[in-house]
T-cell receptor, first 115, second 116 residues
Framework: NAGVTQTPKFRVLKTGQSMTLLCAQDMNHEYMYWYRQDPGMGLRLIHY???????AKGEVPDGYNVSRLKKQNFLLGLESAAPSQTSVYFC??????????????FGPGTRLTVL | AQKVTQAQTEISVVEKEDVTLDCVYETRDTTYYLFWYKQPPSGELVFLIRRNSFDEQNEISGRYSWNFQKSTSSFNFTITASQVVDSAVYFCALSEANFGNEKLTFGTGTRLTIIP
């Protein structure tokens, strides 16, 4: 049981480039989440998904898109990267909906630098 | 709006000392959930505890204990007889109990360093 995995672990982009971060979970969780973590701040929710084929905006969605074509995968895309998107990105998943009903389990994070 | 404050940015203690990490929260809901997560130097987030607002009993798990006090809106975390492996950033988080509410509000974290 690998839990929640993220690909890649590190990435450096130039301003304007695009990329996709992949999150995969093997726990048959229904719900998945993308967060970003910035220095001196806690994690903030970017987008989330309550099931295959669904996505919704979180607290800081601008500049990101997501897709959940398969239950086990949740992709986070940056169409035109900006330096403000330099951050550590965490994916999480949970069996039931929302942190009030279930615990979220986190992946190892992806450190993204945009030059 | 919900808010979590971890006023201690960094704490250093000598190994085997006890240490308490403070967490103060704000919410308008009467039903909510509180969490602690550990982020070791390797970077992943490790779930430690989840507590609902109706359960004010203190919890103990090995060297870890949590003190939940609604009267002061605090959910403090104590490590007894600290060890080097406890060195990490610790996050307190809050979720309001609205069905479908996906918002988990994190504090800014406390970096704990255990000195051998």
């Amino acid at each position: 049981n690998a839990g929640v995995t993220q690909t890649p672990k590190f990435r450096v982009l130039k301003t304007g480039q695009s990329m996709t971060l992949l999150c995969a979970q093997d726990m048959n969780h229904e719900y998945m989440y993308w967060y970003r973590q910035d220095p001196g701040m806690g994690l903030r929710l970017i987008h989330y998904s309550v099931g295959e084929g669904t996505t919704a905006k979180g607290e800081v969605p601008d500049g990101y898109n997501v897709s959940r074509l398969k239950k086990q995968n949740f992709l986070l895309g940056l169409e035109s990267a900006a330096p403000s998107q330099t951050s550590v990105y965490f994916c999480a998943s949970s069996y039931r909906r929302g942190p009030s009903t279930d615990t979220q389990y986190f992946g190892p994070g992806t450190r993204l630098t945009v030059l | 709006a919900q808010k979590v404050t971890q006023a201690q940015t960094e704490i250093s203690v000598v190994e085997k000392e006890d240490v308490t990490l403070d967490c103060v929260y704000e919410t308008r809901d009467t039903t909510y959930y509180l969490f602690w997560y550990k982020q070791p130097p390797s970077g992943e987030l490790v779930f430690l505890i989840r507590r609902n607002s109706f359960d004010e009993q203190n919890e103990i798990s090995g060297r870890y204990s949590w003190n939940f006090q609604k009267s002061t809106s605090s959910f403090n975390f104590t490590i007894t007889a600290s060890q080097v492996v406890d060195s990490a950033v610790y996050f307190c988080a809050l979720s309001e109990a609205n069905f479908g509410n996906e918002k988990l509000t994190f504090g800014t974290g406390t970096r704990l360093t255990i000195i051998p």
